[in-house]
């Protein structure tokens, strides 16, 4: 086991370390998570070499129990019912390690990247939930708090809407999932304005009005600005992922 307040790594030193010696700086690190994609499996195998010969020369190591392989090649079914992958490493100087056994997630399951929620079968019932919960929790919190209406409407559209709109860059939702999930953030506005139930939507949408934003209008907008944006990219790589995110729709 390497001494974590070591700054290289004892294989590499000329001359065993002398334990009386004294190191003025402290290098315990924590790494935050990493991502490896490949188009095959001897692609990742030749990555993940890598990353442990990285581990041995900067003296750290990773969790191997917590790795997460995600893949499109795997059937429709549970976590619960897929083998493990045993991955064969490289084994050179500074990788002593031949082998590493990963566990795929169900193609059925959401996985996050970046802060966005993706889903292999193209599935957005998890993000779906994800979007009514935030919309439910805001207005929980609000709604016994001594806010004007006009605080609850700037706070929806310029701390909320944002967060949706970050969650489903990659989903699209209907205009009646959007709906049902800002149900209770219409009645909170209408709350808090003193309006009536029966009040029709619309009239707080309007800008000479409470101007709310109409999350589904709002995401239509963002979704189409983006794709034209790639339609009109010179890159290859932006062109083919313009095309994805058609069949997305």
């Known amino acids: 086991m390497l001494d974590p307040y070591i700054l290289r790594s004892p294989s ?3 001359t065993p370390l002398d ?3 004294h190191l003025l700086i402290n290098n ?3 790494m935050d998570n990493s991502t490896l994609i490949s188009s095959s499996k001897s692609g990742l195998e030749h990555m993940l070499s890598i990353t442990e010969e990285f581990y041995a020369l900067n003296n750290t190591s990773a969790n191997h129990h917590k790795y997460v392989l995600i893949s499109n090649s795997l059937p429709l079914t549970t976590t619960s019912n ?3 992958v045993d991955f064969n490493l490289s084994l050179s100087f500074l990788n002593s390690i031949s082998s590493i056994s990963v566990t795929p997630i169900s193609i059925t399951s959401s996985f996050r990247f970046l802060g966005v929620w993706f889903n292999i079968k ?3 019932d ?3 939930k994800q979007i009514a919960n935030k919309c439910n929790s805001f ?4 709604r016994p708090v001594k806010l004007t209406v006009k605080q ?3 706070l929806y559209n310029t701390v909320l809407i944002p967060k949706l709109e970050y969650r489903m860059q990659v989903t699209h939702l209907s205009d009646k999932d959007c709906y049902i999930a800002t149900r209770l953030v219409r009645s909170l506005v209408k709350h808090k304005a003193n309006f009536s139930r029966a009040l029709p939507n619309p009239i707080l949408y309007l800008s000479q009005a409470l101007g709310l934003i109409n999350l589904s209008s709002h995401l239509l907008q963002c979704h189409v600005n983006n794709l034209f944006l790639m339609a009109n990219s010179s890159t290859s790589f932006i062109q083919r992922l313009f095309v994805y995110r058609l069949l997305l729709i």
Do not use: N
């Open 12 to 14: 590499l030193l000329p």
């Open 19 to 21: 334990d009386s010696s």
């Open 28 to 30: 315990l690190v924590f």
């Open 82 to 84: 897929i083998s493990p």
């Open 122 to 124: 193209g599935s957005r």
């Open 126 to 128: 998890f993000v779906k």
């Open 139 to 142: 207005a929980a919190i609000l």
């Open 152 to 154: 609850v409407v700037y």
